[in-house]
C-alpha cells in the first residue's frame, strides 16, 4: 500500500500552528535569517525597532502555508523563503497597526509596538514594515508577486475597516461575517499557498487548488480563533475572555448565542454588543456551555475544513497534498483542546 | 539668441505649485481620471472613503515632478499618468496617517480623515490607499517602479520615525535636521524626477541629474514649509502659526533663532521645545524678524535650489529641462511671498 493514500492520522498531526512551523526545520532557519538580513535594510536609527518586531515569536502560520503549498521534497527553496517573510512582514506590519487601534500593552508576553514605541512612532513603523515587505516583493523577476501582495493587503485592510465600523452594531448577517473574514483574514492564507505553489512550479490547477484550500482554511481558522475569543483560556492563548463582546465585535459565537436566547435575554446581549450595557463575558459564556453555541459553531467550521479538502481531493499525487491536507487536522486538534479547556 | 539661454523670468513662472499643475493641461485631467479609476478597484463598502482622501484638492507637487521629468512634448505619456497617481496615492496615503498621529482635524479646509471615520479606520484606510497604490505600480511591466517606489515609502516612514522620536529634543544637529527632511520630503521628490525621466525614456545620465534636482528641490521645498510656519501668514496657508514650536519640533529657523539669542534667552527657547515652557510662538516670531532670521533660512534654502539648478546644467538641451528649472523660481516666488507677509 502507498503511504500516500492514507490519510494524515490525527494522533501524528502536530498539536497546533506552532508545531507545523518548528517542524519544518532548514526552513525555519532560512525564513530566520532572511528576516534578520531585511532588518539590515532599515534606516540606521529604526533598525531597533524593526528587529523588535520581527522578533516576536509568532506562530508563523503564513511562512509555513507557503513551505507545505510548495512542496516537493526537504529542500529549501529561497523563492519560497523569499516570498514567506514577505508575507510575514505584511503580518507584522498589520499586528503593529492592530495593537494601536485595540490600545492592546502586550503582545505575545512582552510589550507592543505601540506601547514600546508610542502609538505615533508605531503608526509609521508598521508603514515601514509594509513597505520593505513591497520592495522585497519586487526583488522577483515578476511584477506578479508584488501585485499580488499589494492587493491582498488592501484586502486585508478593507476587512479590518469594514469590521471597524460596523463595531457596536448588530444588524449582521452571516454573510457579512463572511465577508469580514475573508478579507482580514483568509486573503493572506490563500495569497500565501498561491505565491508557494506558484513559485515552486506547480501546475496553473494545483496553484488554484491550493489557493482555494488556504483560503477555506483561513475563514475556518478565524472561527476558530473566534470561538478561542469565549472558550479558550486566558494563560494558555494570551487573551482576555470575551475581548470581541467588550469591544462590539460581533462574531459568530455571539450570533450563535443571541440566536438561541429567549427574546428577552436576547436583547440584553445586543445591549452589551451595542455598548448601551456593561458586558458580561462570563454570563454569556456559561449560556453558550449551556446551550451547544461550541458545537454549533463547530460545525460552520467544519464545513469550511471539508470545502478546503475537497479543494484538494483531485491533487491527491501532488507531493504537497498530504502536507496541506494535514493542517485541517492541525486546526481540528486545536479546536478540540478548547472544547476540553 | 537661443532663447534656452536665457534663466526662466521671474514675472512668467507660475507664482506657486498648484498653479504649476493646473497649467498642465491635459495631463491633470489624465491623472484625475487614474485616480478616479483607482477608486473603483476598492472593495464597495470602502470606496467612499477612499474617494474623499483622493478628492482633497491638493498641490500634486509630485505628480507634477513626475510630468516635468518626463516631458518630451505636449503628449499625455499614460506611463507617466499612472506613476504619478501611484506617487500620489503613497503621499495622500502618508498624510492620512500623519492627521492621525498630529490629532489634525482640518486637512486642506476639510475634516481630516482621522476625523471624519475615526483614527481606527484611518489606520487601515492609509494602510489600503499605499497597498493599492504598490499594486498600481506593479501593473508596469518591470519590477523597477514598484520596487523604487516602496523603497522610497520606506524612507518616508523612516524620516517620520526619526522625526517623531527627537519631538521636544534639542541636541539636534544641522546634518540631523538635513537627514530628516532628506527622507521625509526630498525622497518622494527625487524619486518622481526619477521614475518621470525614466519611463519617458531619457539617457541614464538625465535620470540621475533629475533625481538629484528633485532631491534638492525636495529639501528645499521643506526648509520652505518650515520657514512658513511661523512666517506662513494663518488665512493663506491655512495652518497656526508656529505649530512646530509647538509639538516640539526643533526646525532650521528655530535652530537659527536659538544660535543668534544671547545664552539666558536660548535657554527659554530650548525650554519651550522640550516642554518645560509653554510655547511664545509671537514672541519668537517677532525675535525671529528682529535677528534676521528669514535671510539666514533663505540663504541655506538658496544653497539648495543652486545644487540642484547644477545638477541640471549639463542638460540644458533637454525639453524637461527649462521645465524643472522654471520650479526653482516657483520655489523662490513662493519664499518671497512668505517675506512679504
Known amino acids: 500500500m502507498n503511504s500516500s493514500d492514507s490519510p494524515p492520522a490525527a494522533s501524528t498531526a502536530p498539536i497546533d500552528f506552532e508545531s507545523v512551523f518548528t517542524s519544518l526545520g532548514p526552513h525555519v532557519s532560512a525564513l530566520d535569517a532572511c528576516l534578520r538580513e ?7 536609527e529604526i533598525r531597533a525597532m524593526a528587529d523588535y518586531c520581527i522578533d516576536t515569536s509568532g506562530k508563523r502560520i503564513r511562512p509555513s502555508l507557503v513551505f507545505l503549498s510548495g512542496w516537493r521534497d526537504d529542500a529549501v527553496n529561497p523563492d ?21 487601534m485595540d490600545g492592546a500593552e502586550i503582545r505575545r508576553g512582552r510589550d507592543s509596538a505601540a506601547r514600546s514605541y508610542g502609538p505615533e512612532a508605531a503608526v509609521l513603523l508598521g508603514d515601514a514594515l509594509f513597505a520593505h515587505a513591497l520592495h522585497l516583493a519586487a526583488q522577483f523577476p515578476t511584477t506578479l508577486v508584488c501585485s499580488a501582495v499589494a492587493e491582498s493587503t488592501r484586502k486585508v485592510c478593507a476587512g479590518e475597516i469594514i469590521q471597524t465600523l460596523r463595531r457596536g452594531t448588530t444588524e449582521i448577517s452571516r454573510e457579512d461575517y463572511q465577508r469580514v473574514i475573508d478579507l482580514k483574514t483568509a486573503e493572506l492564507f490563500r495569497v500565501s499557498c498561491q505565491l508557494g505553489s506558484y513559485l515552486a512550479g506547480y501546475p496553473e490547477s494545483f496553484v488554484d487548488a491550493a489557493a482555494t484550500f488556504g483560503r477555506q482554511l483561513g475563514i475556518a481558522y478565524q472561527i476558530f480563533d473566534d ?37 428577552a435575554e436576547r436583547i440584553t446581549v445586543i445591549g452589551e454588543i451595542t455598548g448601551e450595557r456593561s458586558p458580561h463575558a462570563e454570563l454569556r459564556l456559561k449560556q453558550m456551555r449551556e446551550l451547544g ?4 459553531v463547530d460545525q460552520a467550521l467544519e464545513q469550511e475544513l471539508r470545502l478546503a479538502e475537497a479543494a484538494l481531493k483531485p491533487h491527491a499525487g501532488c507531493a504537497a497534498t498530504p502536507r496541506l491536507l494535514a493542517l485541517t487536522q492541525v486546526l481540528r486538534n486545536q479546536v478540540a483542546k478548547l472544547r476540553v479547556d
Chains 1, 2 share one sequence.
Not at 472558550?231 to 462574531?251: M, P
Open 80 to 100: 519560497l523563503v523569499r516570498v514567506a517573510a514577505v508575507i510575514e512582514l505584511v503580518h507584522l506590519a498589520t499586528l503593529v497597526h492592530d495593537d494601536i
Open 293 to 296: 453555541i461550541f458545537a454549533r
Open 38 to 44: 531585511q532588518v539590515a535594510s532599515f534606516e540606521p
Open 227 to 263: 470561538l478561542a475569543d469565549f472558550f479558550g483560556q486566558e494563560s494558555k492563548i494570551g487573551k482576555t475572555l470575551g475581548t470581541d463582546l467588550g469591544s462590539g465585535k460581533l462574531t459568530l459565537p455571539l450570533m450563535e448565542l443571541a440566536d438561541a436566547l429567549p427574546p
